[in-house]
């Protein structure tokens, strides 16, 4: 298998750089901008890149910050399907994310949603301690909206554009319900079966799309004691709480090696097997609410576990980081990333694969809200940890 990367995103206060006479000067301008004017920023993005011919802005709704006071963005729900979100300040971003796939959760427990309002409103409460060159940089970009100056010429995407059908490079479109939470454990106070969880879907999708899961096996050695609402041990108790033994496990790790080996695309059986192995892997903890790890760092155990020796795991940013993020998706490599809260107390594991030369990353949310709406994929721009 290719390099896998791993990294951890942590939204918090962005760092302070030195605010010198241009920071001064933009202050004295108008920081807002009104729903009209943003509307024009929206317009000037579908005209940039987008055809339309097919696309058009059906409704408008207001983005609040995290305590519902003030506006910090307008969201531009596009017809037949898509968003753009424009925000509220000229101070940041003037587009700072958009999809031509899917539409924007307007329910804010939708991580996506709520990852958006959340940084938004931490780089309000900021802006006095953006750095000289990011304020001018921001400041071009609004230019060449209002302007309507096409980039098209110097544009490049990765993948192109319309070569896949999600718009990144992974095309599978896996969620935490049946069937991929098929093989997770039950719930046997409700009969209920657990989620499959984000970190074990973002690994699983991720060996999928590399077609190899690098021979690995379990054993006895990868036994762990569940310390979280319902005590035990995987798998010792598979029984009790109907999950596949360790050798069950491994058998289905066999049929899923002759799919790949035979480039067939896998079964839900197959698909199941492999979400729980990346969960075993990962130590997750299971439950009908909700599934997952206390830290980006199991992940990155569990790539190791696969034998995956080349993964890198970041835990702050740096231009290092950066550029590898944009080399891996480049050249295909799909990058694992880990969101939190600045309190660490919730968060969501994604995937970034894709990039274009205007800054804006592609991301593979993985989520499905009550089992009814599709995967959200969206092109969101660097945020806070992105500066």
Not at 225 to 246: A, G, T, V
Not at 248 to 266: G, K, M, V, W
Not at 324 to 345: E, F, G, Q, Y
Not at 352 to 369: A, K, P, Q, R, S
Request: net charge negative; aromatic share 14%.
């Amino acid at each position: 298998m290719e390099k896998i990367l791993v990294f951890e995103l942590i939204l918090t206060a962005i760092p302070i750089g030195n605010i010198g006479r241009g920071f001064e000067e933009f202050s004295s301008l108008s920081r807002f901008i009104s729903m009209d004017e943003a509307r024009e920023i929206a317009l000037a993005k579908l005209i940039e890149r987008a055809d339309t011919t097919l696309f058009s802005i059906s409704h408008q709704d207001r983005l609040y910050d995290i305590d519902r006071d003030s506006c910090v963005g307008y969201i531009f729900h596009l017809k037949p399907s898509g968003y753009i979100i424009v925000s509220s300040s000229l101070l940041l971003p003037p587009i700072v994310a958009y999809s031509w796939k899917v539409n924007y959760p307007m329910n804010l427990s939708n991580p996506f949603s709520s990852f958006v309002s959340l940084d938004l409103s931490l780089q309000l409460r900021h802006v006095k301690e953006f750095p000289d060159d990011t304020v001018a940089k921001r400041l071009e970009n609004w230019d060449t909206l209002w302007k309507q100056k096409t980039t098209s010429a110097f544009f490049q995407q990765w993948p192109p554009e319309g070569n896949t059908k999600t718009g990144g490079w992974i095309e599978a479109t896996w969620h935490q319900n049946s069937p991929y939470n098929d093989f997770c454990p039950v719930d046997p106070s409700t009969g209920k079966r657990s989620v499959a969880g984000c970190p074990a879907i973002a690994m699983a999708q991720i060996f999928n799309y590399y077609q190899s899961i690098n021979h690995i096996r379990f054993s006895d050695k990868d036994d762990y004691y569940h310390n979280y609402l319902n005590k035990f041990w995987i798998d010792d108790d598979h029984e009790k709480y109907n999950f596949p033994s360790f050798p069950e496990l491994n058998n289905y790790i066999e049929e899923i090696e002759e799919h790949f080996r035979q480039y067939r695309s896998l079964t839900d059986e197959d698909a199941a097997a492999l979400t729980f192995a990346c969960g075993v892997a990962a130590k997750q903890v299971y439950s009908p609410e909700v599934s997952g790890t206390f830290g980006v760092d199991q992940a990155y155990d569990a790539y190791i576990r696969f034998n995956c020796s080349t993964a890198k795991l970041y835990t702050e940013s740096s231009d290092e980081m950066f550029d590898a993020i944009i080399d891996d998706i480049k050249h295909a490599r799909p990058v694992h990333l880990a969101v939190v809260n600045p309190s660490w107390t919730a968060g969501h594991n994604l995937i970034i694969d894709g990039y274009n030369t205007n800054g804006f990353f592609h991301l593979n949310f993985g989520w499905v809200e009550h089992m009814m709406l599709g995967i959200s994929f969206h092109w969101i721009y660097p945020l806070i940890s992105l500066l």
